[in-house]
């Protein structure tokens, strides 16, 4: 699943096969893909597969929200895309345009700063075209702290520690634990101990860094 020594980007974890809704779409028929699919939001899409907007679950609720409640002047004004929303029928009166996308290139960070920056919980894949290459979700950025521990030692051993440490390599020990990497040894400098906790916390999978080079555990925050 994960590239030895590469950087793992979104096409490692995203799903492929997507269902999306044309700009055309009922609203009754998104309820019923959603129920149907199991999921919270749809991609919008035009012509041969365009991404041009998402529909969300978020979306839909203002039909029931403003189906019996006269919002008074001042909420009125303060919300009229969610009342014009209410009376929507389809998706490109209902959907959230532009679409906030991901490139199946992008790393796990950077989809995860997407979703947190703009407060989704998935994100549509696209191509370098807009065309839709499938979909992105939080629990798909997790999947990567299911990586095994020993594979995750052995990224460490040979991305950071054999890169940083050269020939003091073979006295310092990677163990993993719960995805906490906890390295022990002797090294004759030191100063270098900070650089390899940042880039030991980079690889994926990793949950948290110790430090045992002097006889103390020290760990790193």
Same mark, same amino acid.
């Given at each position: 699943m994960y590239g030895s020594g590469s950087p793992h980007v979104v096409s490692d974890v995203m799903t492929h096969t997507v269902v999306s809704v044309g700009q055309d779409a009922p609203f009754k028929d998104i309820v019923a893909l959603m129920a149907e699919w199991q999921v919270s939001a749809l991609p919008v899409t035009a012509g041969e597969?365009?991404?041009?907007?998402?529909?969300?679950? /978020?979306?839909?609720?203002?039909? @029931? @929200?403003?189906?019996?409640?006269?919002?008074?002047?001042?909420?009125?004004?303060?919300?009229?895309?969610?009342?014009?929303?209410?009376?929507a029928l389809t998706a *490109? @009166?209902?959907?959230?345009?532009?679409?906030?996308?991901?490139? /199946?290139?992008?790393?796990? *960070? #950077? *989809?995860?700063? #997407?979703?947190?920056?703009?407060? +989704?919980?998935r994100l549509p894949v696209v191509d370098p075209l807009g065309m839709l290459a499938g979909v992105v979700s939080r629990a798909d950025l997790l999947k990567v702290f299911l990586r095994p521990d020993a594979e995750i030692a052995e990224e460490v051993h040979r991305e950071v520690v054999a890169y940083l440490f050269g020939d003091e390599a073979p006295g310092v020990v990677v163990e993993v634990a719960n995805g906490v990497v906890t390295l022990t040894g002797r090294l004759a400098d030191t100063t270098l101990v900070p650089v390899a906790a940042r880039l030991v916390r980079a +690889? @994926?999978?990793? +949950?948290?860094? #110790?430090?045992? +080079?002097?006889?103390q555990t020290l760990v790193d925050r």
């Open positions: 597969g365009r991404v041009v907007g998402v529909v969300s679950e /978020a979306d839909l609720l203002h039909k @029931e @929200e403003f189906r019996d409640a006269e919002p008074s002047p001042p909420e009125r004004r303060r919300r009229l895309g969610d009342m014009a929303k209410a009376g *490109a @009166e209902l959907m959230t345009a532009p679409a906030v996308t991901v490139h /199946a290139d992008a790393t796990l *960070a #950077q *989809a995860a700063r #997407q979703m947190a920056l703009h407060h +989704v919980k +690889v @994926e999978g990793v +949950v948290d860094v #110790q430090w045992d +080079v002097s006889g």
